[in-house]
Structures are given as C-alpha cells and as structure tokens.
C-alpha cells in the first residue's frame, strides 16, 4: 500500500462524521493520509460538516487534502479505504419505524424488531449501489463499513455480493461496553482481549482476559449485579440510553452466564420495554432535538469563528477510535484483536455457516480472521438461530420482493410471535417504505 493514503467517508452528512474527522487528524500517526473526501447525495445536509472539516484539517494537518462532494466519480476514484455510515431515508424513516411498531404495542426501534426490519430492506438497495460504485473506481479499495442494521446490511452484501472480500462490516457497542467496564473496574481496557459472540447486536462477552491472562467477566458481573452499569460516557447520555445501560443489571440476574449487548433487552423484555417507550416521542426525536442539532450547531459555530480549537462537537470518540484503528490495522498489518462481524464457517459451535456472527477477530491486511468460540448454551444458540432465520428471511424478502418471506420473517421475530400481528405491522411498513422497498408480491 502507499505511504499515504485516500479516504472517503460515505455519508458526509452523518452526525458521527466530524467525530470520525476529528479521530482521523489525532491519529497520523497509525494512519497517514494524504486525501479525505467526503461524500453524501445530500449537499445541503453535508455542507456544515464539510466546512467544519476544512477548518479541522487546515488547523490540525494542513498537509491534508480535504474536500467535499456529492460527485461519485471525485469520491470514489483511486481511494484506499472507504468509510461507510448512511442512513437510506433518514430520519423521518426512522421515526416511523419506531412509532409504527409501538402503536401496535410491539418495540419500534432502530434496528431491532420490525422497525430494525424496515430499515434494513431500505439500507440494503443502497448499500449494494456504493459497493458497485466504489468497485468500478477503486477495485481494491476496502470498504469499512458500519451503516445499520449491520446484522441484515453484512448478511444482504454476503448474498448479493459473494465474491466481494474487502468489505468489513462493524458495530461499536462491543467497544462502548469494554470502555464500560473499564470504567467501573477503574482501568484501561485496550490491552484487554475479548471472547464475544452473537449476531450483531445480538450477543455475549464470554471472557475478557488481561494482560496477565485473569478473566475480567466475574468481577465485572459481582459489580454490576450489586451497583448496576453505567456508559462509560454516562455524563453526555441522553435517558433512554442510561436506561437501556440499566437493563443489564436485570439480564444478568435472570441469565448470569455471559455479559449481554444492550440491544438484548429489547428482545428478553419486550413487555417492560413497551410499557416504558412513549410510541409519539421516541429515539429519533431524541437524537433529532439532541446529537443532530449539537452537531450541525457546533458545525456552523466552528464555520463562522473560523476555528475549530477547543470544539467539543464530539461526544462519544470510542466510535471514530475505533474505525480508525480498524483502518490501520488493515493498512499496517498489526493483527491486533478487533470484534467483526463474519460468516460464522464454524466459528460458533452449531451455528450456519453463511449467518453473520459478531466475533472477535484478528485483523490484518488479509481481512479478519476470526478466534474460534466453540460451544455455547442451548439458549443462547437457541436465541441467535432463531435471530439468524428471521435476518437471512428478511433479505430474501427484499431479494426475491416476496411478500411471504417478509411475513415469515416478522412472524418468526421474538419482537412480533404472533403472524396476525405480523400481517398487519408488514401492511403498514410497506405502505410507509413504498418509495425504498421492492414492491412485495
Ligand atoms: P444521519 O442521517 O445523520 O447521516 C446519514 C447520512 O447519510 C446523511 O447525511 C444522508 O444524506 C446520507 N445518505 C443517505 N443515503 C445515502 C447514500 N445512498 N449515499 C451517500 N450518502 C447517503 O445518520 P447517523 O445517525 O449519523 O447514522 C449514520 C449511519 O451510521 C446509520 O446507519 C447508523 O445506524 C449508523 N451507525 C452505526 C453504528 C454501528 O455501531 N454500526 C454506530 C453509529 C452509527
Ligand atoms: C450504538 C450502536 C449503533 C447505533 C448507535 C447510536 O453505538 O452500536 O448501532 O446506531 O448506538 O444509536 P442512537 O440511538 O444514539 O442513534
Ligand atoms: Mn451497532
């Protein structure tokens, strides 16, 4: 590879774009760059953050080239890694997806349940689109990407896309909850090696061994069962995430094997969860009256005082950390131990070959290579098989526009159970995605 390299961020516009920018000008030295383009079909929506970054670049590494664009011939030629976070509707998509479920009394969120269905088969069109485009500009470029559903989204590229190697699908709730732990622990995690497993958010830590080879799982268990779990960013967290950090003390009572994702409870109390989401103001108002108008205000600010110096536009950096080292791993071939989302070919004991498991992984140039994780309880495979089916059923659905699939799939989510309820919430998501989804016959 070259001694600098050329990165386009897709999804200029994304409200974690200036977090990644800000991760990209502190980190030179594990990444050298040379160009970074940003690239999104919404000009008006990308223009802050694309003037921010001119600002930040000029400041931090002037010797940078940065620019912005909405022209997919200047993104996506001669680029060394891609940088992929789009949301295909955005917002105003998400909304429904929360409050059309939870009108119904089932969990509307964003990728989980029949709303994470939703937004899975309008992510997927898109998501096929900017692998093309990139390919026939950049054929070796590699594509990190963690655009949701990353479950459905790493699934459907398998399928659609088999013989494509160099995309790597991630999520960083397994990192938020490592420096999580940390917290509570009181020390550095980033030497830690994690043994996770599941689907996209969907799974378990099974161990977590320092530097000296002790399991850090038990103490953190002892802690959390008697003082509860906090983000390690508690201080900038909106409620519903700290209530959702709260849930863990709950699943590790009722199911003290492994330390869960958040996301799990969702799945393991949806009652509870029903009853305490109000279906007129969800997450996606949250984060509209939240994170988007911080970022685009902070954008603005650092545009008209023509410093981006002290800005505090970046809440939570595990995420930019992250996708960062990710980058350089590939780049310098450090195979250091990153969690990934792969096909599982026997990673997970029991599990299909072609699901998307979330693993640890060692990352290099060559891609992941994923630990193996052997045998897990009869519940939990329980849990992610059943998980599997209804992912791989809803990309068959938008692969093949099959109305039964679609139906099988939400019938068969722990989210939905009953297929009445199943027909009716699918009636009103296709009526509300007729302008994303294939039609359904
Ligand atoms: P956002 O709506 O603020 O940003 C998304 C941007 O993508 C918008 O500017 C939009 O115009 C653009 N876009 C939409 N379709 C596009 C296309 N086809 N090509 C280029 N650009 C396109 O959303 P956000 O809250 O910043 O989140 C962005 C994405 O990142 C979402 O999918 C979100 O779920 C995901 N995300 C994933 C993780 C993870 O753990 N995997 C973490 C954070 C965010
Ligand atoms: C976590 C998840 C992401 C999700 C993000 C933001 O980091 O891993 O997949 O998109 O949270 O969620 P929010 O509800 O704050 O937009
Ligand atoms: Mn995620």
């Not at 989204?153 to 190697?165: F, I, S």
Request: charged fraction near 25%; hydrophobic fraction near 35%.
């Amino acid at each position: 590879m070259k001694d600098k390299l050329n990165i386009v961020i897709v999804g200029g516009g994304s409200t974690w774009c200036p977090g990644i920018l800000k991760a990209l000008t502190k980190h030179m030295d594990i990444l050298p760059l040379n160009r970074v383009m940003l690239y999104d079909i919404d000009a008006e929506r990308q223009r802050p953050i694309g003037e921010f970054g001119k600002i930040l670049f000029a400041e931090e590494e002037p010797g940078v080239e940065f620019g912005y664009t909405t022209d997919k011939d200047e993104a996506y030629a001669d680029v060394d890694f891609v940088l992929c976070q789009i949301r295909t509707g955005g917002y105003e998509m998400r909304s429904k997806d929360e409050k059309i479920p939870l009108h119904m009394g089932i969990i509307g969120q964003e990728t989980v349940g029949p709303g994470g269905m939703a937004y899975g088969m309008r992510s997927m069109h898109d998501m096929v689109e900017i692998v093309n485009d990139v390919r026939a500009h950049s054929p070796e470029a590699w594509i990190i990407n963690y655009t949701n559903p990353a479950a459905i989204v790493a699934y459907g590229l398998e399928r659609v896309l088999p013989d494509e190697h160099r995309v790597l699908n991630i999520c960083d709730q397994p990192v938020n909850l490592m420096r999580s732990y940390g917290r509570l622990l009181g020390r550095d995690m980033s030497k830690t090696e994690p043994v996770y497993f599941g689907l996209n958010h969907f799974g378990w830590f099974k161990h977590i061994y320092d530097e000296e080879g002790h399991d850090l799982v038990p103490q953190i268990k002892e802690y959390t069962e008697k003082n509860g779990f906090l983000p390690a960013d508690a201080e900038q967290r909106d409620q519903s995430w700290l209530d959702t950090y709260a849930m863990v003390k709950d699943m590790l009572e009722d199911f003290p094997d492994y330390l869960p994702n958040t996301y799990l409870q969702y799945y393991l109390y949806p009652e509870y969860k029903v009853a305490h989401l109000d279906p007129d103001y969800t997450r996606s108002d949250e984060v509209i009256n939240g994170r988007e108008k911080r970022v685009f205000a902070e954008c603005e600010r650092v545009a008209k005082v023509g410093t981006a110096k002290n800005s505090s536009v970046v809440q939570n950096d595990a995420h930019g950390d992250m996708i960062v080292e990710i980058t350089s791993a590939i780049y310098r071939n450090t195979n250091k131990t990153f969690i990934v989302i792969v096909p599982n070919n026997g990673i997970i004991e029991g599990m299909p070959d072609d699901a998307m498991v979330e693993v640890a992984a060692s990352v290099g140039a060559n891609g992941p290579q994923p630990y193996a994780v052997g045998k897990i309880g009869t519940f939990y495979r329980g849990l992610m098989e059943n998980q599997y089916a209804y992912e791989r059923l809803t990309v068959e659905a938008w692969m093949e526009g099959s109305y039964e699939k679609a139906l099988q799939a939400l019938t068969l989510n722990r989210l939905v159970g009953d297929a009445k309820k199943a027909r009716k919430v699918l009636d009103k998501l296709i009526e509300a995605n007729k302008d994303y989804w294939p039609e359904l016959k």
